[in-house]
Structure formats: structure tokens, C-alpha cells
């Protein structure tokens, strides 16, 4: 049996935000991951978030408990609630057909914040990657190495920075006239 974190975060509705999973398999954490996206809803974020923990399943996870603490989101994970968004409804089919191509039994658990030690690094985690996508919006690719750059005001200027470690990627922003 497999247990997955999931937390959904974006400060606007909708804004930039992201999401935490973390996956545990027989007691030992298998990945722990954050993504940010560029713009969502917390709800949007969560179901985003669940949609990715199912993908990174290793096979042979039949059954998997889903742990969240959005309560509408676990609401409409066990259609307590119908979604009244296309955005919505579209995440949740695919998290369907995803359980259901992978054969993935699942039994989603609702979480009150601050009651489980996973459940508050994926929240971490989350506010961590709509941070960082407040900061990436709109931002170029590295030359380098293609990653998402992050606006930085550097002592000899503003600069699009590379966010990935060592990478040194750079580009100098200039200011627009009106």
C-alpha cells in the first residue's frame, strides 16, 4: 500500500500557485516533489497535484491512500459535490481515466492542516513552488540549460536568473520606456 501527500497552494484565485506531494511506500518516503504553476486556483493546484502523485506511482501500487486537506477537493474526489468548472471537471476525469488505466484502487483521506508530519511538508512545499511562481511568470528560458529564470536585482542591475543550482545562467532585464 502506497500513501501519498498531496497540498495545493495559490495566494490568488487564480494566481501563480503550485503543489507538495510526497509518496510513501512501506514506511519510506519514494519522492517527495513541488511544481509551480503559472496560474490556478488552490483547489485547481490540489486536483493538479493528485493528477501528478498518480503518474508517479511505481507500478504495481494497486491500492493508494490520497491524503489532502482541501476539503472541496475531497469533496468532489468522492462526488460529494459535482465540479462547476470546466477547468475542474477536466482534472478530475483525468484523474479517473489515470487510476483506472493504472488499475490504482484509491481511497482518499481528508486531513485537517497541522495533524499529519507529511501532510505539512507537502503544504511547505507547495507555498514554496507559488513562491517561486510568483518570481517565474513571464520569465525567459535559460540559454544554458532551458529552465524557468527568476527576476533578480543583482547590485549592477535587474536580471533574469537561472533557478537551477550551479547553472549561472543570466540575462539582463532592461526597463521600458513609455
Known amino acids: ?18 503543489f ?23 483547489l485547481s493546484a490540489t486536483l493538479t497535484g493528485v493528477r501528478e502523485a498518480l503518474t508517479e506511482l ?15 477537493a475531497y469533496n468532489l474526489l468522492m462526488e460529494l459535490i459535482q465540479p462547476d468548472r470546466h477547468r475542474v471537471k477536466d482534472i478530475l476525469n ?17 486531513l485537517w492542516p497541522g495533524t499529519h508530519r507529511d501532510l505539512d511538508t507537502a503544504e511547505t512545499m507547495a507555498h514554496s513552488s507559488a513562491r517561486r511562481a510568483w518570481t517565474t511568470i513571464g520569465s525567459p528560458a535559460c540559454p544554458h540549460c532551458g529552465d524557468q ?9 535587474s536580471f533574469w536568473v537561472c533557478q537551477t543550482p550551479h547553472c549561472g545562467g ?3 532585464q532592461y526597463e521600458r520606456s513609455i
Open 94 to 110: 483525468e484523474i479517473t481515466i489515470l487510476a483506472g488505466q493504472r488499475r490504482i484502487e484509491t481511497e482518499y483521506i481528508h
Open 170 to 172: 543570466r540575462l539582463r
Open 58 to 72: 511505481p507500478p504495481g501500487c494497486i491500492y493508494t491512500e490520497i491524503h489532502i486537506n482541501h476539503i472541496t
Open 149 to 157: 529564470m527568476t527576476s533578480r536585482r543583482l547590485t549592477d542591475g
Open 1 to 18: 500500500m502506497s500513501q501519498v501527500y498531496v497540498v495545493g497552494h495559490a495566494s490568488g484565485q487564480p494566481s501563480p500557485g503550485g
Open 20 to 42: 507538495g506531494i510526497i509518496i510513501r511506500q512501506g514506511g519510506r518516503v519514494l519522492l517527495e516533489r513541488e511544481q509551480a504553476l503559472d496560474i490556478t486556483t488552490t
